[in-house]
């Protein structure tokens, strides 16, 4: 399969824990973003890479959210101190970099803090 | 980034039957792109179309965009059951790379 894949497809963790999400995008791909979408909302945007280097944060990416992209390929995010509305369909995308390219979903990873 | 809003935020029809969405926004764009949604998956490509084109076709898919009006329509004909999902527009500007998605349309094609 060579479309964007993510890691877990699932979590259920409880309040106060930390969690990581890998991302691995389509191979040729230099862009990686991350979105966060709730139940009846569209994806909204956290983060985004080009290569290794993090170009963009959103401010819903609070202090206890971090991503990394380590040598331009996979990425992680990684939630620490979990709250219960961290709950979420963490969704993963990649593109090339020119202007109309569009961005490919991973299936996304359902995060449940209880 | 800018923010597209979609119109209706739910659409009903039989099988059969062309399902026209609506977006709407407000400055000037580089191109407008729609995305699929099945639910609770990932988002789906579907077209993209350049602020210096009109029209685009993709299958059963039809995308107008008037720039004038600030605005673009995907039309889905002889919907099928499987079409059921939710839609997003996503106009994109030229300096900003991430897509900014409103709370999109959510098609039932009933079979």
């Known amino acids: 399969d060579t479309g964007v894949s993510q890691d877990p497809r699932h979590k259920i963790t409880k309040r106060g824990q930390n969690v990581t999400f890998r991302c691995d995008p389509i191979s040729e791909h230099n862009r990686l973003y991350w979105y966060r979408q709730t139940l009846g909302q569209g994806p909204e945007f956290l983060t985004y890479?080009?290569?290794?280097?993090?170009?963009?944060k959103s401010r819903l990416l609070s202090d206890r959210f971090s991503a990394e992209r380590p040598k331009g390929s996979f990425s992680t995010l990684e939630i620490q101190r979990t709250e219960q509305g961290d709950s979420a369909m963490y969704l993963c995308a990649s593109s090339l970099s020119a202007r109309v390219s569009p961005q490919y979903f991973g299936p996304g990873t359902r995060l449940t803090v209880t | 980034s800018q923010q597209g809003e979609e119109d209706p935020q739910a659409l009903s029809i039989q099988e059969g039957e062309n399902a026209t969405m609506n977006c709407s926004y407000k400055t000037s764009i580089n191109n407008l792109q729609w995305y699929r949604q099945n639910s609770g998956r990932g988002l789906v490509h579907l077209i993209l179309i350049r602020s210096n084109e009109r029209e685009k076709h993709s299958g059963r898919l039809r995308v107008t965009l008037d720039t004038s009006k600030k605005s673009s329509s995907l039309l889905i004909t002889a919907s099928r059951a499987a079409d059921t999902a939710s839609y997003f527009c996503a106009p994109r500007t030229g300096a900003n790379s991430k897509l900014t998605f409103g709370k999109g349309i959510t098609l039932s094609v009933r079979p």
């Open positions: 890479f080009q290569n290794e280097a993090q170009l963009e």
